[in-house]
């Protein structure tokens, strides 16, 4: 797996780091909400499911710091493995979420712009 690949896997599981205590504990701030979805108004009937989704992004973000990790410890083919399939799904999330609400488009980029790097790197 080259370089940019990697650099690429490093920005993604930070994105993902970064979304998880946002969703799974700070939603309850007007600001964390404006952020997230575009809107302060609060939800509170969605707190179980941000929750959730908050460490969904986290068991993302834990996925490519594993495939990383067999990288760099003599299993390189497992490693790109697990690093593919994670951007994959992180390209395919990103696209879902802007297809099904476009005015969350910076998350949605967020999350799938630096997934769909790690692919294409892969592929040159």
């Not at 460490?55 to 083919?77: D, K, P, Q, R």
């Not at 476009?102 to 892969?122: N, T």
Request: hydrophobic share 60%; net charge positive.
């Amino acid at each position: 797996m080259n370089a940019v690949s990697q650099v690429f896997a490093v920005i993604a599981a930070a994105v993902h780091l970064l979304a998880w205590p946002l969703e799974s504990f700070l939603y309850g701030h007007p600001r964390v909400r404006f952020l997230l979805t575009g809107s302060t108004a609060d939800a509170p009937e969605v707190r179980l499911w941000r929750f959730n989704v908050g460490f969904y992004n986290l068991f993302l973000a834990l996925g490519l710091v594993a495939g990383l990790v067999l990288l760099h410890t003599g299993h390189a083919a497992s490693g790109r493995a697990v690093i593919s399939y994670v951007a994959a799904f992180m390209a395919a999330g990103g696209i879902t979420l802007l297809a099904s609400e476009p005015k969350v488009w910076r998350g949605a980029l967020a999350q799938a712009l630096p997934a769909a790097a790690i692919l294409i790197a892969e592929a040159f």
